[in-house]
């Protein structure tokens, strides 16, 4: 599958609270911690870059996580609007959020009123069961050892359906990419949009679609399917939550 590359998915937090099962930004069995959060000056960067080369977008989203929790999502989002009133008119910018809570509706009311340009994508989620979801963390790698090892992983629907990603670690083929990384700790974020091209992308399908459920798709949605890398890199991400709260 070829990513599309000019609407991009930008994950700029992974704090939740929903608790999902089978989340496949895995903010509910790894939440996410305040410097996952993407910066306003990453979003100056993106916007920087977007306006020397002359990048084609045509759509962002800003997803999580619940995008409502980031601290400065005002500021990003006036940041957003500069850029598309000096230079992307036509950009079109979505907001996916859960939609669960007064305080997020509040949020929701308030950014929606000051830019009016912004379009909520509203899942109204009220638990943590979605029979639709699709297991991200049942990894290809475990299901068959020499299968995974002489397959050559050419993506699935989503970097063609959603573009591509970016996260606080840079750009990726697709957000559960960037999601993956987080996790596991790869440090495959390309660092510019400079960088990024249809071929490198594509290259980064060998790191991640072995990883990734969504690449052979399975669902069990009583619990949030593990697969044996992902239960090891789980418990990784969890010490190292500890090591930090006892530094401190």
Sequence with gaps: MKPRLYWLEIDITYACGMDCLN?????????????????????????????????????????????????????????????????????????????????????????????PFLTVLNSHKTGAVHNHFIAPCAAPTDRGEH???QHVYKGCHISRECGIGMTYQGFYPCAIAGAIDRIFALDQGIASLEQVSRAVLIEKYQVFCRLCGHYRPMRDNSH?????????????????????SYAH
């Design 23 to 115: 989340c496949n930004r895995m903010t509910g069995i790894a939440p996410g911690r305040p410097e996952q959060d993407v910066t306003v000056a990453q979003i100056d960067g993106l916007i920087n870059d977007s306006v020397r080369l002359k990048y084609p977008w045509r759509k962002w989203f800003l997803v999580g996580g619940e995008p409502t929790t980031h601290p400065e999502l005002h500021e990003i989002l006036d940041r957003i609007r500069a850029y598309r009133t000096s230079h992307r008119p036509r950009l079109e910018v979505t907001l996916a959020t859960h939609g669960c809570g007064e305080p997020t509706q509040t949020i929701l009311d308030t950014v929606t009123s000051a830019f």
């Design 224 to 244: 949030t399917l593990l697969s044996p890398v992902w239960q090891r890199a789980i418990e990784r991400y969890s010490a190292s939550k500890r090591e930090v």
């Design 147 to 149: 299968w995974a090892s």
